[in-house]
């Protein structure tokens, strides 16, 4: 992957933040933009083709939840969340509004670099559309066909996008039909958590997911299902 064809968009209201994030990620080669307030972050996300954005939930006016929704509304664009301590009904918000993972405030450059290329690796191959794609790669139900060289997922016969992190939750799901996972379970192999993280991270999720499979075809959604105490499955109908 080469990092300076990466464009990322920071967005804080603090300069000394957005100062010392930009100092780190053009030192690893990363184009960067910043915005310091949400209004502007938001025209910036949806005019421009950025790889991701990194983005405060705390700020005046447009706070990052916001800026989060109505960017979910167009673009799939993955997005870093950056959170005070202790702000957990943020970063469970940031979450249900799209996010693709989160990082707490005060952070170590370290962390953000680690993040910032997790997300990178998993959307790389969302940025194009293979037109020789190996039908070997390919998962097809009867209401679900996931073209996984191409990140395309057609449901009830329609194309829809989803982000990174719900293609790959997705995904993760159908290799293994009628499978049982718990939230431990996904949080560690979907999200690369080794730790006890947020496990309403998966919950948003499913529920995302679900709601835009439901949008095209409720068939290919009532396949995600909820096991009460244990977790989910994509069960494959009869």
Excluded at 25 to 53: C, H, N, P, Q, V
């Amino acid at each position: 992957m080469d990092n300076d064809l990466k464009h990322i968009l920071v967005v804080d209201d603090e300069e000394r933040i957005r100062r010392l994030l930009r100092m780190y990620l053009e030192k690893e080669g990363y184009r960067i933009d910043e915005a310091e307030e949400g209004e502007t972050a938001l025209r910036m996300a949806l005019s421009s083709e950025y790889d991701l954005i990194i983005l405060d939930v705390m700020m005046p006016g447009m706070d990052g939840i916001e800026v989060c929704t109505k960017l979910r509304e167009k673009k799939a664009t993955p997005v870093l969340m950056l959170t005070a301590k202790g702000e957990e009904a943020n970063r469970v918000s940031g979450f249900e509004a799209g996010a693709d993972d989160y990082v707490v405030k005060p952070f170590s450059p370290r962390e953000i670099l680690y993040r910032v290329k997790a997300i990178l690796r998993r959307s790389s191959a969302t940025a194009f559309l293979s037109k020789d794609t190996d039908t070997r790669n390919n998962i097809v139900f009867p209401h679900l066909v996931i073209e996984h060289d191409a990140h395309r997922v057609t449901a009830g016969g329609q194309e829809i996008s989803l982000t990174p992190k719900e293609y790959e939750l997705l995904h993760y799901l159908a290799m293994s039909p009628d499978k049982v996972f718990s939230r431990e379970d996904l949080l560690k192999d979907v999200w690369n958590y080794e730790f006890f993280g947020d496990l309403r991270t998966v919950d948003t999720h499913v529920k995302r997911l679900r709601e835009k499979l439901n949008k095209v075809s409720p068939e290919a959604a009532s396949m995600i299902t909820t096991v009460w105490g244990v977790g989910y499955k994509l069960e494959v109908p009869k």
